[in-house]
């Protein structure tokens, strides 16, 4: 009797060091939470880009004084700043997972805090600017 092989999935016909990060839930766990922070982020801005000025300050100098003011479509730059950053710290995790998932996972946690982070810097150019 002949054996009819099986297919292959898509999981089985990645790289061994690409796969053990797939199944890994803290990871997926801190990728969904940086992503939906991220999310959080892009709608509070559109919700209030209607709100803000046609020129925004987003850049403050020692003093507490704008030194960088653009349309106010740059404030969008925050968001995808941290998109990037989750990708990168994905491409840069995936890697290293296999001998050394703690550094994984302490990409995973910084993509989250600079997320925050962003949340804090488009909050201060909001209240400035609103305010």
Excluded: C
């Amino acid at each position: 009797m002949r054996q009819i092989p099986l297919r292959l999935g898509f999981v089985e016909r990645l790289p061994t060091w690409f796969r053990a990060p797939l199944h890994d839930r803290y990871l997926w766990a801190m990728l969904i939470i940086a992503l939906f922070v991220n999310l959080g982020l892009f709608t509070f801005l559109i919700l209030l880009s209607s709100q803000l000025p046609p020129l925004v300050p987003l850049h403050f100098d020692a003093a507490g004084q704008p030194d960088r003011i653009e349309p106010k479509d740059s404030v969008f730059s925050l968001p995808q700043i941290g998109l990037i950053l989750i990708v990168v710290n994905i491409a840069i995790g995936t890697p290293f997972y296999r001998r050394e998932p703690l550094a994984a996972y302490l990409l995973g946690g910084m993509s989250i805090a600079v997320q925050l982070l962003l949340w804090v810097a488009a909050i201060s150019i909001v209240r400035v600017v609103i305010a």
